[in-house]
């Protein structure tokens, strides 16, 4: 039941985030470039849910967003599933409960989320490799991202704990008794 009640929550913030992304954000750009909060949604989700979770958020939200602002459909489902799975990784080796560790992690996953997509539409589309133009979107919309996480830092912690309360398992001492 509280799995359930999280998913919906979970679809809650995608819907919330869509409309902030699709309506307010776009107000709010430097030279065409947004931030991206479903990075960080599904970071968050991958760090605090687990693997599974992350991983199967990343590409359902993904495909949505794909099917309703993509240019072709599973690009965007690919990255967020590998965004989902590197925060997974990055549970079992970093601590999450620092704010600059949290940043850095977001940092790292625009980076290789905005690197894997520019690559992959590249390939797709087979258009010419624009650095300098990438590289300056690259660095906005990481430090929009970077803004954003320290402001919603503690908001980002409690849901956090909620969700892996709700979706990882204590094994503490379990196979000695």
Not at 20 to 34: E, P, Y
Not at 127 to 141: D, M, Q, R
Request: aromatic share 16%; proline share 1%.
């Amino acid at each position: 039941m509280k799995k359930t009640i999280s998913i919906l929550l979970i679809f809650l913030a995608f819907l919330i985030i869509y409309f902030l992304q699709v309506n307010i954000f776009t107000w709010f750009n430097i030279a065409g470039v947004m931030p991206n909060l479903f990075i960080i949604l599904v970071l968050v989700i991958g760090l605090f849910a687990g693997k599974y979770v992350g991983v199967s958020i990343g590409v359902v939200a993904g495909l949505f967003l794909d099917i309703f602002i993509g240019k072709k459909i599973g690009v965007t489902a690919i990255t967020l599933g590998i965004v989902g799975f590197v925060g997974a990784i990055l549970d079992k080796n970093f601590s999450k409960d620092s704010r600059i560790t949290l940043v850095l992690m977001v940092m790292f996953l625009t980076f290789i989320y905005e690197l894997l997509n520019y690559s992959i539409n590249a390939i797709i589309y087979t258009y010419s490799l624009e650095l300098a133009e990438f590289f300056i979107k690259l660095v906005i919309e990481t430090i929009f991202n970077i803004l954003l996480t320290i402001i919603l830092y503690p908001l980002i912690q409690k849901c956090g704990y909620i969700l892996e309360e709700n979706f990882k398992e204590t094994k503490i001492l379990t196979r000695y008794f």
